[in-house]
């Protein structure tokens, strides 16, 4: 049963601050990677569709305007708050 412990220990190191801050690493590059080659070849097959070699263009771009849509929709302005609790007093 020396897999079993194995497995046990394995499952507590992931609460540690090494276990998760490779796991957020890792987590982040395959986020990067499949978000890249996802655009790459939705871009491409723009560009394949339409015969616009600057059709590629337009996920980006949309993709931009709609996170900053959404940002200004629901992203509330911090200016004048006291985000750390610094003194106790407002600003």
């Not at 276990?19 to 957020?24: C, E, M, Q, R």
């Amino acid at each position: 049963m020396e897999w079993v412990k194995m497995l046990q220990e394995a499952w507590r190191a992931r609460h540690t601050l090494l276990g998760g801050l490779l796991t957020t690493l890792e987590i982040s590059a395959l986020v990067i990677v499949v978000g890249t080659i996802a655009g790459v070849l939705i871009g491409l097959g723009l560009c394949a569709t339409t015969g616009n070699i600057y059709a590629g263009l337009y996920y980006p771009i949309g993709v931009a305007a709609m996170t900053f849509i959404v940002g200004m929709i629901f992203l509330r302005e911090t200016h004048g708050t006291l985000i750390w609790g610094e003194g106790g007093k407002p600003a």
